[in-house]
C-alpha cells in the first residue's frame, strides 16, 4: 500500500512568486492535513480537508490556500512568496474520523531566495 | 484551546541506559495523544497512541507512553536505549470535534541524542 506522496521533494523559488505544493494521500484517506516546519517555530499547523471541503486553519495569512479534489489529493498553494515561508512542508492523512493516527508524507522542501 | 509542551529541545542518553522524553498537555475534553519520530530529512513516522483504556501504551521499536490524566503528562520511554533512536520526537494532542474532525496540535520536538 502507497504511503503519502508528496511532490515536488525540494523547490526553490523568489520572492514575490507563487508556489502549488501537492500530496496524495494514503488509498482511502479522505482527510489531509498540512504543517510548516521550521527551527524557529517547530510544526505549525496550517490546515485540514475532509471530503474536498476545509475543517480547520491554523493561524497563517490568507497567501495560503489549499484544496481537496474528489479523488482526495490535496493542492497547499502559498502567493506572493516571503523567505520567512522557507521551510519544509509536511502532508498527512488519514481515515478522518475517530482516533486514527495521521501518517506523513516525506515533505516538500521550499527554499525561497 | 489546546497545546503541547515539550520542556526539554534536547535529551542526551548513554547508549543502553533508560531514555525519558517529557511531555504535557492542555486541553477541554478527552485527549487523543501521539508521539512521533522524526529523522533527518524524512516526515514524521508514528510511534504510539493514547485513546483510552491502560494508561500505558506500547509502541514501535521498543517505546512505550505513560498517561498521567492528573499531571497532564504523556512521556515517552525506552528502557534501554539504541545509538539509531538519535532522531527529533514530537508529541501531539488531539481533540475531536463533534464531527469527528481533528486538529492537531505538536509539540515543538524533543532531539534525543543517544551517546555511544
Redesign the interface.
Known amino acids: 500500500k502507497a504511503g ?1 506522496t ?1 511532490t515536488p521533494r525540494y523547490l526553490i523559488k523568489t520572492r514575490g512568486q507563487q508556489v502549488t505544493l501537492s500530496c496524495s494521500p494514503i488509498s482511502g484517506h479522505r ?1 489531509v ?1 498540512w ?1 510548516q516546519q521550521t527551527p524557529g517555530q ?2 505549525q ?1 496550517l490546515f ?1 480537508y ?1 471530503s474536498e471541503t476545509q ?2 486553519k ?1 493561524n497563517f495569512p490568507g497567501r495560503f490556500s489549499g484544496r481537496q479534489f474528489s479523488n482526495s489529493r490535496s493542492e497547499m498553494n502559498v502567493s506572493t512568496l516571503e523567505l520567512g515561508d522557507s521551510a519544509l512542508y ?1 502532508c ?1 492523512s ?1 481515515m ?4 486514527r ?7 516538500t522542501r521550499l527554499t525561497v531566495v | 484551546a489546546q497545546s503541547v509542551a515539550q520542556p526539554e529541545d534536547q535529551v542526551n542518553v548513554a547508549e543502553g541506559n533508560p531514555l525519558t522524553v517529557k511531555c504535557t498537555y492542555s486541553v477541554s475534553g478527552n485527549p ?1 495523544l ?1 508521539w ?1 519520530v522524526q529523522y533527518p ?6 510511534l504510539l ?1 493514547y ?1 483510552t483504556g491502560d494508561n500505558l501504551v506500547k509502541g514501535s521499536y521498543g517505546f512505550e507512553a505513560e498517561f498521567n490524566k492528573s499531571q497532564t503528562s504523556f512521556h515517552l520511554k525506552k528502557p534501554s536505549a539504541l545509538v539509531s533512536d538519535s532522531a527529533l520526537y ?1 508529541c501531539a494532542v488531539r481533540v ?1 470535534d463533534s ?11 524533543t532531539k534525543l541524542q543517544v551517546i555511544p
Not at chain 1, 96 to 99: D, L, P, R, T
Open positions: 503519502v508528496q482527510s492535513s504543517y517547530g510544526l499547523f485540514e475532509f475543517r480547520n491554523g509536511l498527512a488519514s478522518g474520523q475517530g482516533e493516527e495521521a501518517f506523513f508524507g516525506q515533505g | 487523543y501521539f512521533y530529512n524524512r516526515g514524521l513516522q508514528f497512541k485513546i514530537f475531536p464531527g469527528g474532525y481533528q486538529k492537531v496540535t505538536f509539540g515543538t520536538g
